[in-house]
């Protein structure tokens, strides 16, 4: 199933993203074999990830015997051609990552740093994730939320708009509506 | 006698500080209830006003995007010239904040310096930074960003969140109680807050500095009933 007709797999590449920061806890979790075995499952091929400042570094592999291609880079200008290509987009909680994702239309898990002091990161997230735009895990339930989670179900995003805001400071300074 | 004339003058000039004391604290009061008064209600204009000195409070990442979003919608030509201030350690926000105005500049033919200025700005604490030495830096922080107000002189305020906003919004609060420039002050919390409120956003809302609040989820404004909800801007 899913095989084409030379029997090679197609590419399905999950990318992972830490954003500016750091996220160890993630880059580490994705770098189980739990987590590769469920993504092996999913019949993903590759995977990619952005480890940012983290000091945690995974271990590559070129994807040999049916194994998953890992591999890994610091900081890249283009994530917006990684996001494109990816089938699974495994993120950060920052809301630039997780609204960049959701208007590729990309399947996206959001993982949540728990280490962070101010943690309000959870809430966009978990808002999301109860409106169906997303899934949301912590890196520890990250393998639980890769083996039972149901890509179809998600919903479609659509994107906000600021017009709104702008009507209406618009009308507080006496612009004219036009 | 001459000491009872001196005990008198002292009583007499005590009384007339205590006076002059309570008088002038009562006055600036009274100033500041009515900037407050005054801040949230409609500017009325017997005319329309042609451009605004706008200054525009650029944050990290999310926040910036944000920020660009709504500034995409609103029409330019009346929020003009723009000020774009971010914090000294965040280089890409002013890049993403010069990027937008290069682009419009292309479209109206304006050159950028004519309708756009970019600043930085100190921040009072890194993170991590201990208390003690904070105190000298907030010290720097605050000096800095009166400095840059006094340049700037805006209009309007549009900020969403990030840290740099307060000092601003607060130093802005403090030249219309002088009476140095008028302004109104247009914060959107950051849509990442769904539950609760960034602890800038609480300071501009319950110290009534930011004259519009705008809340991006339902839940926020059942808790800020004088906030405005508006949707996602993203």
Request: glycine share 6%; charged share 20%.
């Amino acid at each position: 199933m899913g095989d084409t007709e030379d029997g090679v797999k197609p590419k399905r590449t999950v990318f992972v993203t830490v954003g500016t920061t750091s996220f160890d806890a993630l880059v580490r979790a994705v770098d189980t074999q739990e987590v590769k075995d469920e993504l092996l499952k999913r019949e993903y091929t590759h995977l990619i990830i952005q480890m940012g400042r983290g000091s945690y570094t995974p271990t590559k592999s070129g994807g040999e015997d049916g194994s998953l291609a890992v591999d890994f880079f610091t900081f890249s200008s283009s994530i917006a051609d990684h996001l494109r290509s990816a089938s699974l987009v495994i993120s950060h909680a920052g809301s630039g990552s997780i609204f960049e994702t959701l208007r590729l239309c990309r399947p996206l898990i959001v993982v949540v740093n728990e280490d962070l002091m101010d943690n309000h990161q959870s809430e966009l997230a978990e808002e999301l994730a109860e409106r169906k735009h997303l899934y949301c895990a912590r890196p520890q339930t990250l393998n639980q939320t890769i083996a039972s989670m149901n890509l179809e179900s998600l919903l479609p995003y659509h994107p906000g708009d600021a017009s709104p805001v702008a009507k209406l400071i618009n009308t507080f300074l006496g612009f004219p509506d036009d | 006698m001459d000491e009872g004339n001196g005990c008198c003058f002292s009583i007499l000039a005590s009384k007339f500080t205590v006076t002059f004391v309570t008088i002038s604290l009562t006055l600036i009061l009274i100033r500041v209830l009515y900037v407050i008064y005054r801040s949230g209600k409609p500017l009325f204009r017997s005319k329309a006003p042609r451009a605004l000195r706008t200054l525009i409070v650029l944050g990290s990442g999310g926040h910036t995007a944000e920020m660009l979003n709504l500034l995409s919608v609103l029409q330019k030509e009346r929020f003009s010239p723009r000020f774009y201030v971010a914090a000294a350690t965040d280089n890409m926000s002013l890049q993403k904040a010069r990027t937008l105005e290069t682009s419009l500049a292309d479209e109206t033919g304006v050159k950028v310096e004519e309708t756009a200025q970019f600043m930085q700005i100190y921040r009072s604490r890194e993170v991590g930074q201990s208390y003690l030495t904070s105190v000298w830096t907030t010290l720097i922080a605050t000096a800095h960003a009166l400095w840059i107000m006094f340049k700037i002189r805006p209009q309007v305020i549009l900020c969403n969140g990030p840290g740099t906003c307060f000092p601003l919004c607060a130093i802005a609060f403090f030249f219309k109680v002088v009476g140095i420039r008028w302004s109104s002050i247009f914060y959107v919390e950051s849509i990442a807050r769904v539950r609760r409120l960034s602890l800038s956003g609480l300071l501009l809302y319950k110290l009534q500095i930011a004259d519009q609040f705008f809340v991006q989820w339902p839940q926020l404004q059942g808790q800020y009933p004088r906030a405005h909800y508006v949707g996602c801007l993203m």
